[in-house]
Nanobody
Framework: QAQLVESGGGLVQPGGSLRLSCAAS????????MSWYRQAPGKERELVAV?????????NYADSVKGRFTISRDNAKKTVFLQMNNLKPEDTAVYYC???????????WGQGTQVTVSS
């Protein structure tokens, strides 16, 4: 059974840092592009960052997080990370982990972890 489990969310002050983790199991992790999405109350889910499978080296970020967030993956541990620095109140959202292998039409989602940035 394919599974993605996010962790590391919580309440932080503006300007603080947080590192999210997404542990994958039940599928060929190295073949999948991994992404982080987020959804704030009343808003659509948006793509935050994506890192391609080990066959490539492409990384992309939403304009709103460039220079502050870093996505990375550890294929040996089947885990993807999102390091978030200089957090802002507008970063408050539920953050979701996503795995996608477009060639095989495979997509998996985690259940999300809450990140709240507030003073």
């Amino acid at each position: 059974q394919a599974q993605l489990v996010e962790s590391g969310g919580g309440l932080v002050q503006p300007g603080g840092s947080l590192r999210l983790s997404c542990a994958a199991s039940g599928f060929a992790f190295v073949s999948y592009a991994m992404s982080w999405y987020r959804q704030a109350p009343g808003k659509e889910r948006e793509l935050v960052a994506v890192i391609t499978s080990s066959a490539g080296d492409s990384i992309n970020y939403a304009d709103s997080v460039k220079g502050r967030f870093t996505i990375s993956r550890d294929n040996a541990k089947k885990t993807v990370f999102l390091q978030m620095n200089n957090l802002k109140p507008e970063d408050t959202a539920v953050y979701y982990c996503n795995a996608q292998w477009r060639l095989l039409h495979k997509t998996y989602w985690g259940q999300g972890t809450q990140v709240t940035v507030s003073s």
